[in-house]
């Protein structure tokens, strides 16, 4: 299994997961033709694409996702209830692109199989994925307001992690935005903030040498480098050895990570 996130942060986030045999994008929140230039920088032809799957109806999760299933006819899996939300801002889609792909189910996709779970945000029904092949498992938990236990025991034992660190709650304080929306961003149906994020892994990992891709980045109120810190000096305090029982990876709002091996 291989897989690559193409675009990560609070202005478009898009995900490319596959195999020899099958190839999907979780989410498609920049344009088609972003899209399009992020696969063809991993060496993945847009037309190899067999399903995208829709964690949720924000706009940075789904602005090219009409597009994209128009120009390569693909099957679009979503919620009823995420389906009923975006219809009127993704355009026209065949019925037969049309998929549900209900909370806690699980599909075999081709030589996947794909684990939906539901995560606290202020979507009608957001949810996160677990992807598996073989014995290789592949966790996708970003826009959380909070990581439940159920949630924990779910993405529990992958060998790699897509995981939000969204901001620093004393740059989000002190920023320029609304007194609403701070307060939205820092509630159980928000975002998670570099500490939460560091205090969740710890309670799941298991420090063997799993890969930790850091996501979801707000631009106006974190650093990669802020949230790398935060986060090694909390999972250290937790005893766990960065660099050594835990890999963490840098994700990019504007560029493809290089395409990771499982």
């Known amino acids: 299994m291989k897989f690559s996130i193409l675009a990560s942060g609070s202005t478009g986030n898009a995900i490319y997961v596959g195999t020899d045999r099958y190839s999907l994008l979780i989410d498609t929140g920049i344009t088609g033709k972003q899209a399009e230039a992020a696969l063809q920088e991993i060496g993945v032809n847009p037309q190899s694409l067999n399903a995208i799957l829709v964690t949720h109806e924000h706009v940075d999760h789904i602005k090219g996702l009409g597009v994209m ?25 065949a019925e ?7 909370t806690g189910e699980t599909k075999e996709l081709g030589d996947l199989t794909v684990q939906s779970f539901g995560i606290s945000h202020d979507a009608v029904e957001p949810m996160g994925f677990c992807v598996y092949h073989g014995n290789k498992k592949l966790s996708i938990a970003t826009d959380l307001g909070y990581v439940s236990d159920k949630i924990k025991e779910t993405i529990r034992g992958a060998d790699a992690y897509i995981f939000e660190a969204n901001h620093d709650v004393e740059m989000l304080r002190m920023s320029q935005y609304p007194w609403s929306i701070k307060r939205r961003i820092l509630s159980d149906v928000g975002h998670l903030s570099n500490e939460a994020s560091a205090e969740a892994l710890g309670d799941f990992l298991k420090g063997e040498a799993e890969r930790v891709f850091l996501a979801h980045l707000s631009k106006e109120n974190n650093m990669m480098e802020l949230a790398k810190l935060t986060v090694s000096n909390i999972l250290q305090e937790k005893g766990l050895k960065i660099g050594n029982d835990v890999h963490l990876r840098e994700t990019y709002p504007h560029r493809p990570t290089k395409l990771e091996v499982l």
């Open 69 to 93: 299933a128009r120009r390569y006819k693909i099957p679009i899996y979503a919620n009823e209830k995420t389906w009923a939300e975006m219809d009127g801002q993704i355009g026209k889609i």
């Open 96 to 102: 037969q692109q049309r998929q549900l792909f209900q």
